[in-house]
């Protein structure tokens, strides 16, 4: 086969957008590719190489003859079409929660679990945009030391809530630079020169949906449900790349250097950890980048057998259409 039948669902996403993109810049082997989304974009043209495709409409029957299916349009949209793509023949790759915690449906970070791949049923979940990037840093420490314990406390950018949530961002510091009022309407409250100690709604325990994701998907990334998890998810004002202040307790004794050591070996991290120059990772620089950034590592001087860092990447690209594109690339 010269090449695969590919459809990106919710094409005209911030997700959907930046996998089109992806696609092109990897060269993917693509026979056809085709663009869904809703009635409302239905009819636009989008590039892609040297042409253009229209977008059309997602229907039950829309994944006639389609090879991989990758879907960025919500929890609702994929519970609903992805049983149809796969019914058709199509691999689903799909980056909601929709399918994260199935049983049955395989959840891959590809430098991380790629043998999960091979007992796919069809459907195969992309995890969420936190969660990979800190399994990608945390995979070769666990490996080498066994990880007991995480806390972590992320600072997630806008544009993981996705375009309107951008344009809210933009629309809120031009009024206050201006001496004018900000409207918050995509958010709870103003997010322009502020921050959110929410990301999704609250459960009964009174942690987010965002922070009870980390901690399930993060086991089930590592096949390890011994892991005690505690997370804090936080939304900044910041329109892409997410950070997060990992601290990690270890059975096994891990120095700072040893770990630096560990993951400049692990493929797709960047270490960059030296304080004399104040060099460390920021979003600034993992915008539009596809490596996940790690540094600030120092040991925890309050445990026996513990670490502190600092992970960046962009969450647009690992942490939602590269991810899905490199699981692609696997199948």
Not at 197 to 224: A, C, S, W
Request: charged share 25%; net charge positive; aromatic share 6%.
């Amino acid at each position: 086969m010269k090449g695969y039948n590919v459809a990106v669902v919710g094409a005209t996403g911030a997700v959907g957008q930046k996998m089109r993109e992806i696609l092109e810049e990897r060269d993917f082997p693509i026979k056809k590719l085709k663009l869904l989304a809703s009635e409302r974009s239905a009819g636009k043209m989008l590039p892609f190489k040297n042409e253009s495709i229209k977008v059309e409409v997602l229907k039950a029957s829309s994944f006639k003859g389609v090879d991989i299916a990758l879907f960025s349009a919500g929890g609702a949209r994929s519970k609903e079409f992805a049983p149809h793509a796969a019914k058709s023949g199509a691999v689903v790759i799909d980056n909601s929660s929709a399918w994260r915690m199935d049983k049955k449906v395989p959840l891959v970070v590809p430098e991380v679990n790629p043998e999960d791949v091979k007992w796919h049923k069809g459907i195969i979940a992309n995890p969420n945009c936190s969660t990979i990037q800190m399994v990608v840093v945390l995979k070769p420490i666990h490996d080498f030391a066994r990880i007991k314990r995480i806390v972590v406390a992320t600072y997630q950018s806008v544009s993981g809530t996705g375009r309107d949530a951008m344009t809210e961002l933009y629309e809120q510091t031009k009024a206050l630079v201006s001496g004018e009022e900000a409207i918050a309407s995509v958010y709870p409250h103003q997010i322009a020169f502020n921050v959110l100690p929410q990301i999704d709604y609250f459960h009964g325990n009174d942690y987010t949906n965002e922070e009870i994701k980390m901690v399930n998907e993060t086991r089930k990334i590592l096949h390890d449900d011994s892991i005690r998890i505690s997370a804090t998810c936080v939304r900044v004002p910041v329109f892409v790349g997410h950070s997060e202040a990992v601290n990690i307790e270890t059975g096994r004794k891990l120095s700072p250097a040893k770990a630096r050591t560990l993951l400049s070996r692990m493929p797709g991290v960047i270490v960059i950890d030296d304080p004399s120059e104040s060099a460390y990772p920021m979003p600034v620089m993992a915008a539009g980048d596809d490596a996940t950034y790690v540094g600030r590592i120092r040991k925890d001087e309050s445990i026996k057998n513990g670490l502190d860092m600092w992970i960046v990447s962009d969450n647009l690209r690992k942490g939602a259409a590269l991810n899905a594109i490199q699981i692609a690339e696997l199948l």
